[in-house]
């Protein structure tokens, strides 16, 4: 079975940066392409990033492309996501996903594990 737990979630100011990880257990993690979602307040959950099982194929949401890195540390089955030059709109909370499908996946319905989310507030 498949456990995630994310961590980093922190206050952020303009311009900001911010590093998020999530830690992953299992026997098939490994084999699994990881991804990032997120959940603002009063709205559905969006995709942001998936990396492949490998680590050598992502893919990002537009809005966040140029701003978030996806990476995965296969050898402690952690996966990451640096973000900087944040603004208020990229306050909420966010969710490691893990998929069984091979490739970059972008559709919630198709990761069948997640983790309890970390939020990401913004300082005014």
């Known amino acids: 079975q498949v456990k995630l737990v994310e961590s980093g979630g922190g206050l952020v100011q303009a311009g900001g940066s911010l590093g998020l990880s999530c830690a992953a257990s299992?026997?098939?993690?490994?084999?699994?392409?990881m991804g990032w979602f997120r959940q603002a307040q009063g709205k559905e959950r969006e995709f942001v990033a998936t990396?492949?099982?490998?680590?050598?194929?992502?893919r990002y949401a537009d809005s966040v492309k140029v701003r978030f890195i996806s990476s995965r540390d296969k050898a402690k089955n952690m996966v990451h996501l640096q973000m900087s030059s944040l603004t208020p709109q990229y306050t909420a909370v966010y969710y490691c996903?893990?998929?069984?499908?091979?490739?970059?996946?972008?559709?919630?319905?198709?990761?069948?594990?997640w983790g309890q989310g970390t939020l990401v507030p913004f300082s005014s």
């Open positions: 996903a893990a998929s069984p499908i091979v490739g970059v996946p972008i559709i919630g319905r198709n990761f069948s594990t």
């Open positions: 299992g026997r098939t993690v490994s084999t699994y392409a």
């Open positions: 990396i492949d099982w490998s680590g050598t194929s992502t």
